[in-house]
């Protein structure tokens, strides 16, 4: 691919989409809140409890889970603060962001062809995939990694309109330069999805490693903070089967594994075969095991 278009069309499209970022609403403080207390090591079950409570669909999530038979919980909880020293401060996490990126993930974005919850469906999968490759090749913390296979794909909400007015343009230069979908962005907007959902949760003041696994899910090689979950996420995208297997999508998806993926992870190329197998296996029991929001 060349260079990016610098005609005047393009930079002002690309400032459109920088402001239109800075223009989203921020998240509720008590998400914040909770998100910044579950980070520090003197916070209490207790306090996390209180910045629940202040959030009518998070403490009743936090509930259903934390009681939740297909978990295998048989004793119910019904203090928040009990749901928590249950769940424990990882999976609070994830819970906390799932609550916040359901309403927008669940939209139908047109531009990129996904129906109604296609892209929330599809980052559920690439979540819970990324759970379970963390698990496997022992990363220290595989709720990060489920945290940022959530949110990896959060960009397309903004890009989704310039996608739509370009639609056939972007194919044809995929076709034309056997490229991505992301790095046609890239050209024609100046900016891709990855980064744009990088923007947002910094807008959003995530923690920064977060931000970092989220901008360079399809360039794990350039992530600043931690390379490894980037490369999770980055395989979790190309292994989850597809929720809509027609080629088009898949293409939309960009479902490429980068040629550094493999190499961070330490993953010899022979070995992904069966490790989509098992890992297609062991994505039947989460579905079966998640309860719906
Ligand atoms: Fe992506
Ligand atoms: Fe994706």
Same mark, same amino acid.
């Given at each position: 691919?060349?260079?990016?278009?610098?005609?005047?069309?393009?930079?002002?499209?690309?400032?459109?989409?920088?402001?239109? $970022?800075?223009?989203?609403?921020?998240?509720?403080?008590?998400?914040?809140?909770?998100?910044?207390?579950?980070?520090?090591?003197?916070?209490?079950?207790?306090?996390?409890?209180?910045?629940?409570?202040?959030?009518?669909?998070?403490?009743?999530?936090?509930?259903?889970?934390?009681?939740?038979?297909?978990?295998?919980?048989?004793?119910?909880?019904?203090? $928040?603060?009990?749901?928590?020293?249950?769940?424990?401060?990882?999976?609070?996490?994830?819970?906390?962001?799932?609550?916040?990126?359901?309403?927008?993930?669940?939209?139908?974005?047109?531009?990129?062809?996904?129906?109604?919850?296609?892209? +929330?469906?599809?980052? $559920?999968?690439?979540?819970?995939?990324?759970? +379970?490759?963390?698990?496997?090749?022992?990363?220290?913390?595989?709720?990060?990694?489920?945290?940022?296979?959530?949110? *990896?794909?959060?960009?397309?909400?903004?890009?989704?309109?310039?996608?739509?007015?370009?639609?056939?343009?972007?194919?044809?230069?995929? *076709?034309?330069?056997?490229?991505?979908? +992301?790095?046609?962005?890239?050209?024609?907007?100046?900016?891709? *999805?990855?980064?744009?959902?990088?923007?947002?949760?910094?807008?959003?003041?995530?923690?920064?490693?977060?931000?970092?696994?989220?901008?360079?899910?399809?360039?794990?090689?350039?992530?600043?903070?931690?390379?490894?979950?980037?490369?999770?996420?980055?395989?979790?995208?190309?292994?989850?089967?597809?929720?809509?297997?027609?080629?088009?999508?898949?293409?939309?998806?960009?479902?490429?594994?980068?040629?550094?993926?493999?190499?961070?992870?330490?993953?010899?190329?022979?070995?992904?075969?069966?490790?989509?197998?098992?890992? $297609?296996?062991?994505?039947?029991?989460?579905?079966?095991?998640?309860?719906?929001?």
């Amino acid at each position: 691919m060349t260079q990016p278009d610098s005609s005047i069309a393009n930079s002002r499209r690309l400032n459109e989409i920088l402001r239109s $970022i800075t223009r989203l609403r921020p998240l509720p403080t008590s998400t914040n809140r909770i998100l910044r207390a579950l980070d520090e090591p003197q916070t209490t079950a207790g306090l996390v409890a209180e910045l629940i409570a202040l959030d009518q669909a998070l403490t009743a999530y936090t509930l259903r889970v934390a009681n939740s038979a297909a978990l295998g919980y048989t004793s119910s909880c019904a203090s $928040i603060k009990d749901a928590v020293m249950r769940l424990g401060f990882r999976q609070v996490r994830s819970l906390v962001v799932s609550t916040v990126a359901s309403g927008p993930l669940s939209s139908r974005l047109s531009g990129y062809r996904l129906g109604d919850k296609g892209l +929330w469906n599809h980052s $559920i999968s690439v979540a819970s995939a990324a759970h +379970w490759l963390a698990g496997t090749l022992r990363f220290p913390d595989p709720e990060k990694a489920y945290v940022a296979g959530l949110l *990896h794909d959060i960009g397309k909400l903004v890009l989704d309109q310039y996608v739509f007015a370009d639609y056939n343009d972007m194919v044809n230069l995929m *076709h034309r330069h056997n490229a991505s979908m +992301w790095e046609v962005e890239k050209h024609l907007f100046g900016v891709d *999805h990855a980064e744009v959902g990088g923007m947002i949760t910094s807008h959003w003041q995530f923690p920064e490693e977060l931000v970092d696994s989220i901008r360079y899910h399809h360039t794990p090689g350039k992530s600043q903070l931690n390379q490894k979950i980037s490369a999770i996420v980055n395989l979790a995208n190309a292994l989850v089967p597809p929720d809509n297997p027609n080629t088009q999508n898949m293409e939309l998806e960009g479902r490429v594994i980068h040629p550094h993926t493999l190499q961070i992870l330490n993953i010899p190329e022979h070995l992904l075969e069966s490790l989509q197998s098992r890992l $297609i296996d062991a994505m039947f029991v989460y579905e079966a095991r998640m309860p719906s929001m």
